[in-house]
């Protein structure tokens, strides 16, 4: 038997190559999937931000700069969350070592790991698999 909420899911997914270009086309499938979920677009922007930030980190870090690896992006509106799950087959990197800088450090970069912790009611990192990292964001609708 399967639960309502289940049924009420619907999923989109998006492979993209890890150059930073690509992360526009991120966005732009991003933007009306969040704006269908309820979100209004201050929120919207917040949470694209923070997707942005969590793409740009698995190409600078996972993929060591690496602009021919794959990205999965998969987004699953469900009838109470908003499910952004981030697929790399990077380098893993020590889930102890996932922590946002101190705010008072003030100087460019770092700060893409509170962008997530501030928008996302879960963040999630996976690296529990054969290769690679599994970034799971959830966010409860309004």
């Known amino acids: 038997m399967t639960d309502n909420k289940e049924e009420k899911a619907e999923t989109v997914s998006l492979t993209v190559p890890s150059h930073p270009r690509f992360l526009y086309v991120v966005r732009s499938a991003l933007y009306p999937l969040v704006m269908d979920a309820g979100f209004g677009k201050k929120e ?15 190409i600078k870090h996972a993929y060591e700069g690496d ?21 790399d087959w990077g380098k893993r990197v020590e889930r102890s070592e996932i922590a946002p800088r101190n705010l008072s450090d003030i100087r ?3 700060l893409g790991t509170h962008f997530m912790q501030a928008v996302f009611d879960t ?18 609708k309004p």
């Not at 919207?44 to 698995?58: F, G, P, Q, T």
């Not at 602009?67 to 697929?87: A, K, N």
């Open 44 to 58: 919207a922007r917040k949470i694209i931000l923070a997707v942005d930030e969590a793409c740009s980190n698995i």
């Open 123 to 140: 963040v999630r990192y996976d690296t529990g698999g054969e290769q690679g990292t599994v970034l799971t964001l959830v966010k409860k």
């Open 108 to 110: 460019p970069g770092g």
């Open 67 to 87: 602009h021919t690896r794959p990205l999965s992006v998969t987004v699953t509106l469900g009838s109470e969350t908003l499910r952004i799950v981030l697929r």
